[in-house]
């Protein structure tokens, strides 16, 4: 393929994006705008217990309730054999996702759904909830990773064995998997080393916090196939967990994929989906149901809590040479959580020779956890930038020189693995070193600078499109990547510059699984990256095409055109793409392309942040005063989106470091499930964030572009506890780093 | 089953009248019953702003005002704030500026910012963002929104 950053006409600009007039006013039809006749609305009741058994569940009470068309429970869903289906990105074992959409014998968190009721309206619907009765067994319960990994600790499944690297233990654990990965000699390692530094982390549990809830509304009354209108960031897999959570055949089930408010790894499992279509069907009406944020809180989503053991060793001039991770990772209720990548990730910013890494997914009672925009990956750059600063200051090195001498490149074997390609993390440091946010002294007591870099894989997979030619030489494009983030633009772009017209003589749409072809969630940073390829190719077919049938137009040989920048040339005559078209248009068959692709490759991406902040000793409150985030895009194609997609994750990843925590009570119960208690930053929180786009283009994509989305979350904590222990000279080792925890810190060193 | 009441407001410049249950919020009436899903429901306890309008020029959550409450005001909803075929500066610049992504917690932004500006056209860095902590948005780390109303200050 030919290498990116080349001129570009399209590329590179920063046109409005083609959905935009609709979300500014309010018009675009997000999965609770969406009005059905007869139009039910649901409600799930959940369980108050962490960990309980039901004995009995009595719901004629809610069913004689006026209003009242429908209650369902665990008992109305359809028994779900244990199998592991492939959700694209990652993958998820159908028994145990059926039961987390409504518990069947126990309760595995607060917060699980036990029924369900449809009604004329919510307020109906949760006076009838109100009504089921439910005998529950109270069980002991856990919410601590350590704890759950005990001997003596509650049991969620007894019929879950640790698998360690596929040979399972003979007694029944919390522990779903243990993974291990090496390279090299570890003892040689740090044999070698003159320095040797080894700490303990902790993170909280926090939630993706997208400001849209669950929403589902489901159809499943007239013709046989259910029809589904979600809120989803991939609806094919929509589909198939629906169809699989059901047992009916995929091809009953047809979901039309909303506007979606936001998702970050969070709305990729369905929960209300299934809901919705059993009571759908058991009502003859379709049904809505918005969850509640209480419920999003706690029945969704979070990512998972840690606690992490790093340890590196460096030799004097700041090489590092050995590196040895310990890492225990909520899964939540059901196995699966966010492990292997927090494995993958921990030492893939450096070329460390000798290495090994243990990781730990464990079952504890608290919602199963979801990704969360590079799931895993922040928690073990917080314990591992960390270290690596802690040794550039034992050895009195620069930290961004020590990152620089020790940065991954092209060629460097990770820990699991995968050789890197060509990469962009030292294009990164070196605009940090460039930077004037680096180059400004920070002056000021209780003030100090912080780095930290990140990565993250950034998936292909699968993407389907199609493109026709209007007659006026514009093209529809049909796509199945739900538009999270200005996608539909990004990918339209690169429709646009292949064929050489306007971003918007390309009118692009998200359709529903049966108008287009399969296409994988939107989510591994994958969608302007795979999407786009798919659009590119298209746009390749369709100049084939054209090509073709102006040498009959034109009365010469195929062979003979050529297309140059989107024109036509052929020995005698030319045409532009829209010219061509409208010729072609007169007579012949239509001109339509499909593609499909499914690029086996990482886009690898790095980031590098900086943070100033300033420690207020009295209160323990962090200021973030600056922020830059640098990162390499490959190819920035809206480059408005890609520095969206970088401030975002950095003020996600700043909640992270800051704020945010799931507070477990003695009961372990969440004491905090609202956006009040939940504080995530507001507008006042932080500072503008500056944005540095490196662009080193990645090869397995014709423009060079790789994801953008996940990277940015990942370095935020931990250069914000690097800047911290600059400002304090205390380091923070557990997130949040929240106000009273740094003031406990700084009165216990002073 | 408590007594319907009949509210007549003033809904984006147009008499409005509608019936409705004692404990039916604003944000219910205009989505549920008079069919405006502009106004986002992201909380529907007055923490997120997705669902703000204007009550007599003034932003509130309109998941936090009873239906009953708005006899004789005159709302703004995010409906009501492009005529007709023309968005208003601060749509433009939303769109120009990039300051959405998800697009959920746009209309909020949009009802609360047109007030600011109403109110305060000069305000400050600082004061833009005091003024609009109420309304939360998880995709876009806020830098974009703000440049987009210091991009309607500067066009004005």
Known sequence: MSSGNGNYRVLGTRPRRHDGAEKVTGSAIYANDVQLPGLLTGFVLRSPHPHARIRSIDTSEAEATEGVFAVISGKDF?????KVADLGEGSVNLSYLSGNVMAKGKVLYKGHAVAAVAAVNIHVAEEAASKIKI???VLPSVTWVLDAMADDAPLLHENLFTDHMGEKDEKPSNTAVHMHFEKGNIEEGFAAADVIVEREFKTATVHQGYIEPHVSVADWTTSGRL????????AFTARQQTAEVLQIPISDVVVTPCEIGGGFGGKIAVYLEPVTALLSKKSGRPVRISMTRAGVFEGTGPTPGSFMRVKIGATSDGKLVAGEAWLAYDAGAYPGGMIGPGCMCVFSCYDIEHAVVDGYDVCMNKPHTQAYRAPGATQVAFACEQVVDEIAEQLGICKLEIRQLNAAKEGMRRVDGPVYPRIGLVECLDAVAQSDHWKSPLEGENRGRGIAAGFWFGCGLKSSVSASVNHDGTVNLTEGSPDIGGTRTSIAMQLAEVLGIDTFDVIPQVVDTDSVGYTDVTGGSRVTFATGLAAYEAGLDLQRQMAGRAADLWECSADDISVVEGEFKGPDKSASFKELAQELFKDGEPLV????????????GFAVHIADV?????????????????QDAGKAIHPSYVEGQMQGGAVQGIGWALNEEYFFNDNDTMDNASFLDYRMPTMLDVPMIDTIIVEVANPDHPYGVRGVGEPPIVPPPAAIANAISEATTTRFFELPMSPPKVWKGLSETS | MAKTVLVTTTINGESTEFLCKPRESLLEI??????????????????????TVLIDGLPVDSCLVLGVEVEGVEITTIEGIADVGQLDPVQDCFLDGAALQCGICTPGFIVTARALLDKKPDADEQTIRFDLSGNLCRCTGYDKIVRAIQAVQESN
């Open chain 1, 78 to 82: 359809p028994e779900v054999a244990d």
């Open chain 1, 135 to 137: 005998d529950y067994e």
């Open chain 1, 227 to 234: 029809k589904i209108w979600t809120a989803t960031q991939g």
């Open chain 1, 593 to 604: 392309a499909r593609a499909s692709v499914a690029p086996d490759c990482s886009t690898n």
């Open chain 1, 614 to 630: 300033e420690v207020d000793p009295e209160t323990g409150k962090v200021t973030i005063l600056r922020y830059t985030a640098i």
């Open chain 2, 30 to 51: 205009l989505r549920d019953t008079l069919g405006m899903t502009g106004s986002k429901e992201g909380c529907n306890n007055g923490n997120c702003g997705a669902c």
